[in-house]
Nanobody, 124 residues
């Protein structure tokens, strides 16, 4: 069974940094793509960053240059370093895994395995 558990969310002031972590089960490793999505109240879940087994990386335009995704296969872990945070980054952040036909940059509906989410709040 694929299991993913996020941690590391919290509250920070604008301009600050946070690091999110996602621990995944060994079965999740069988999926090609792991990534981070976020959902703000009243908005659709959107992709933030994703990374393939081959370490191909994708970022949403809104986070390029500020966020960095990485994975440690030996530790079954996925990370998201978030710098220069703004209030617009406030959302619940989810870790997801799957092998979407459209590639790792596919939208949220193409991922079937999700963590429970971790809240990130950025105050101005």
């Amino acid at each position: 069974q694929v299991q993913l558990v996020e941690s590391g969310g919290g509250s920070v002031q604008a301009g600050g940094s946070l690091r999110l972590s996602c621990a995944w089960s060994e079965y999740a490793y069988s999926r090609t793509c792991v990534g981070w999505f976020r959902q703000a109240p009243g908005k659709e879940r959107e992709g933030v960053a994703a990374i393939s087994k081959r370490l191909n990386i994708y970022y949403a335009d809104s986070v390029k240059g500020r966020f960095s995704i990485s994975r440690d296969n030996a530790k079954n872990a996925l990370y998201l370093e978030m710098d220069s945070l703004t209030p617009e980054d406030t959302a619940t952040y989810y870790c997801a895994a799957d092998t979407p036909g459209g590639g790792c940059h596919s939208a949220a509906p193409n991922f079937n395995y999700w963590g429970q989410g971790t809240q990130v709040t950025v105050s101005s």
